[in-house]
């Protein structure tokens, strides 16, 4: 393997950084231009939406291939499992519940090119199936697990989140919600009647 070439694409590998405050300047004018940018997009598109919409159609059309489909609905197969069990469970209706997620996905993908992430209300799911949880907890659970994402991303606190909080804690957290989901699963396999 080429490494050279590799290295090169690295954005801290820019000929005009020679040190660690060059490349730090560097991507701090990154982040600000990166900011800048976003602002004159969502400025754009509140003065100009039709403009702006067919605009992207058309551009969503022109990329748009079978590996881009296949991509978006890679998360069902986590997803739909857990929406039927908590619909089984009567923690959630799963009309609405598939609908919602299904529009959210539509519009996520359309606007960023990415559909929505799902990995926080796939934890609700599993906690929400390992506990049984009511529809009014796994509603509100999911009300203030949205407000809480929403503020993460908009104050960029996030990142502090990453910084303070270690791998192994969110890896462990993660096979504890796992165990607990597969013990329940197994649980509610037990209880058909075969």
């Known amino acids: 393997m080429d490494t050279s070439k590799s290295s090169s694409s690295l954005p ?3 000929p005009c950084c020679n040190t660690t405050t060059e490349r730090n300047d560097a991507l701090d004018h990154e982040d600000s231009s990166s900011t800048t940018s976003t602002i004159k997009s969502l400025s754009f598109i509140a003065h100009h939406p039709m ?3 067919v ?3 058309q551009q969503v059309w022109n990329q748009l ?8 609905l890679g998360d069902l197969g986590t997803l739909i499992p857990l929406v039927v069990a908590m619909s089984r469970q009567r923690s959630i209706v799963l009309g609405p519940s598939l609908f919602f997620a299904g529009v959210a996905n539509v519009i996520t993908g359309y606007v960023w090119d990415v ?8 934890s609700i799911a599993a906690v929400a199936l390992a506990e049984n949880l009511s529809r ?13 994402m ?4 908009v104050t960029q606190l996030i990142e502090i989140v990453n910084v303070i909080v ?6 462990g957290l993660q096979i504890g919600v796992g165990l607990r989901l597969a013990t329940k699963g197994i649980t509610m396999v037990a209880d058909l009647p075969w």
Do not use: D, N
């Open 136 to 148: 009014q907890e796994v509603t509100a659970a999911g009300v203030w697990m949205g407000l809480f």
């Open 51 to 53: 403009q702006w919409f």
């Open 115 to 122: 559909p929505m992430c799902v990995q926080p209300m796939k």
């Open 65 to 72: 291939t079978l590996q881009e489909i296949s991509g978006s």
């Open 55 to 57: 605009q992207r159609t």
């Open 12 to 14: 801290l590998e820019t």
């Open 150 to 153: 929403v503020v993460l991303g």
């Open 166 to 171: 270690p791998s192994p804690v969110v890896s």
